[in-house]
């Protein structure tokens, strides 16, 4: 097994719009943004639509990779298919698109499952409604556009929100993560935060405004994958195929940018002598077994068992035993001046009852 500390860290940022669909920025205004904003990943994911495959095509802009997947788009249950060559079809239930896609190589993410829509910007719920089927690989635990818009309730509130990024968007849902930790119970579910960027202006001119810039919106949440190598800054295949694998085993952190930067470092895994599981390993519990985690930073921890809280701490390094079986993740906060900002969401260790054969 790995020492959790061989891993390599990847800087995501998931779910991003471009002209291609209904995004305002250019495939190169993009990554110019991304170069800008030293992010590693970039997954472009455009509705209903493959095109930029073929141009651009995948491929590495300076430091940052660009991948590109897509955005099903129903009227509601939005999916984000990442890493295959199809386009599913949208007008299908859920659990039949949701399997076309994965039958095409994708992965798939539920996009935004609990959003409740904007009357006053006139946009509808695009929440998970059909929950048919199991194809899916996870869902979007933050999603920093859909919480942010909640806070917009009408001309003066709309205005004093785009002087806030983070404003709805501090951390996720309680009711995505009750989902999310329910869902986890049954199977590994794993959890990604996307920026649904798109940079729309709103308004006209010259009085229009645009709704977070690619560079305010790739400062705000992040995706952060351990891999098992090195990107090679070269080889998009040989990269992709390490950062799919990551996502799929669910080696992922959820990562907010609301104390500044995305400082790399932050580990989570459970161990028993030297049987090591890190995040997204369904594993046999035995008695003995510890949560580690480590920070870059100072951090105020708090681990989770099944959704509910059981401990905290403060400090860059934390064990805390795992007293039976469970889904186990952990939460990170940040100091931020005289304030604790939510700054990460682990993915779960999912330790099993004993008769599970274990990581």
Not at 191 to 216: E, K, M, N, Q, T
Not at 232 to 250: F, H, I, P, Q
Request: glycine fraction near 12%; hydrophobic fraction near 45%; charged fraction near 20%.
């Amino acid at each position: 097994m790995r020492a959790d500390g061989a891993w390599h860290e990847v800087s995501m940022v998931l779910h991003v719009h471009s002209r291609l669909s209904d995004g305002r920025g250019t495939v190169a205004e993009i990554m110019a943004a991304a170069q800008a904003a030293q992010v590693d990943v970039v997954w472009l994911t455009d509705h209903d639509t493959l095109a930029a495959q073929q141009d651009p095509g995948e491929g590495y802009w300076g430091r940052s990779l660009l991948l590109v997947g897509l955005e099903v788009t129903p009227a509601q249950s939005h999916y984000l298919a990442l890493g295959g060559t199809g386009v599913p079809d949208r007008h299908r239930p859920f659990a039949e698109f949701t399997a076309e896609a994965a039958s095409m190589g994708h992965l798939g993410f539920v996009a935004h499952p609990d959003d409740p829509g904007n009357p006053v910007l006139k946009l509808p719920s695009y929440r998970w409604a059909d929950r048919e089927g199991t194809a899916y690989t996870g869902l979007e635990v933050w999603n920093h556009l859909s919480q942010w818009m909640r806070g917009v309730h009408g001309l003066w509130s709309g205005i004093g929100a785009l002087r806030h990024p983070f404003r709805g968007s501090e951390r996720p849902t309680s009711e995505t993560l009750a989902l999310w930790d329910r869902l986890g119970q049954e199977r590994r579910v794993v959890g990604v935060a996307g920026v649904d960027a798109h940079a729309v202006v709103v308004g006209h001119p010259p009085l229009g405004a645009v709704v977070f810039p690619y560079p305010v919106s790739f400062n705000t949440l992040r995706t952060h994958v351990l891999v098992a190598e090195p990107l090679t800054g070269a080889d998009v295949l040989a990269d992709r195929r390490l950062v799919l694998e990551a996502l799929a085993a669910g080696r992922v952190l959820a990562m907010s940018g609301q104390a500044g930067g995305f400082p790399k470092g932050f580990r989570f895994f459970a161990a028993a002598g030297a049987r090591v599981c890190p995040m997204g390993s369904e594993a046999a519990w035995e008695p003995g077994m510890a949560l580690r985690m480590a920070s870059p930073c100072p951090a105020r921890f708090t681990v989770k068992r099944d959704g509910v809280a059981v401990a905290s701490h403060e400090g860059q390094e934390w064990a805390v035993a795992a007293l039976g079986p469970g889904v186990w993740r952990v939460e990170a906060d940040r100091p931020c001046g005289r304030r604790w900002v939510p700054w990460v969401v682990a993915n779960p260790v999912y330790l099993r009852a004993p008769a599970h054969p274990g990581c």
